[in-house]
């Protein structure tokens, strides 16, 4: 059998420092790898550099997924699974394949026969969902909404059906300069007596996570604008 592995590898999710959220045999793997498949050569260079200020970054090779290009992969990244090469998949931020591009890769893997290998690190998603409190055992990952209002607004409403028809969370998310747009939004569109949960700069210093009814939120005064947020309702 084959030495090959993808070795999924978690970025952190915060400034925080790196043993917060990065075990010590991430660490130890990494430094065996010198391929690397990345959303961002920038930040897995950073990061690597973070990691273990001695790294040989000078005899690594980084593949970048494209997102000109519908984060496909290119010919350089297969050249490097059929010479047999141990490649590292790394995400902007988070775990990859999970919302993120690298499932491309991962899918490959497994139809090539290549053993895939997660290691531990932070999801961003699901620890959201885990201190929440709201149904882990029931519950869908949509992403970002639309930007058209009146389609964010109906798929809202969409939500809310469907958490009432199956008691399933709902989680989306944001980009951080359009949070606090969008925490209003909900607020006036959905039923006061759902349940939101905000959850913000999770493992970094300004960790916010908090879980209330809807009517309860609106009578609070907070600004979620710039920090990276993940939003969940439910029952």
């Known amino acids: 059998m084959s030495d090959q592995k993808i070795y999924i590898i978690p970025l952190p999710i915060s400034e925080s420092a790196l043993e917060k959220s990065v075990p010590t045999l991430n660490l ?3 430094l065996t790898l010198r391929h690397f498949v990345t959303e961002n050569i920038k930040t897995a260079r950073r990061f690597l550099r973070k990691a273990h200020p001695n790294f040989p970054i000078d005899s ?7 997102k000109h290009n519908d984060y496909s992969i290119d010919s350089e990244i297969t050249k ?9 998949l790394m995400s902007e931020s988070g775990y990859p394949g999970v919302a993120d591009p690298g499932n491309k890769l991962i899918r490959l893997a ?5 053993q895939v290998v997660p290691l531990v690190g932070p999801s961003s998603v699901i620890m959201a969902l885990a201190a929440s409190g709201l149904n882990g055992q029931y519950f869908t990952f949509r992403g970002y909404l639309s930007n058209d209002n009146q389609e964010r607004t109906s798929q809202l409403n969409d939500l809310q059906k469907e958490i009432q028809k199956t008691g399933a969370t709902q989680i989306f998310i944001e980009t951080p300069f359009r949070n ?10 959905l039923d006061a007596s759902l349940k939101l949960c905000v959850a913000m700069d999770i493992t970094g210093t300004n960790e916010f996570i908090v879980t209330k009814k809807i009517s309860e939120w609106k009578t609070i005064k907070r600004d979620f604008s710039k920090l990276p947020a993940i939003f969940l309702l439910g029952k």
């Not at 690594?60 to 494209?66: P, R």
């Not at 010479?83 to 590292?88: K, Q, R, T, V, Y």
Request: proline letters at 0%; aromatic letters at 12%.
């Open 110 to 114: 497994h139809q090539q026969h290549i």
């Open 28 to 30: 130890q793997i990494m």
């Open 180 to 189: 606090q747009r969008f925490f209003l939004e909900i607020l006036d569109v």
């Open 60 to 66: 690594c090779l980084f593949y970048e997924l494209d």
């Open 80 to 88: 490097a699974l059929e010479a047999g090469l141990s490649l590292g």
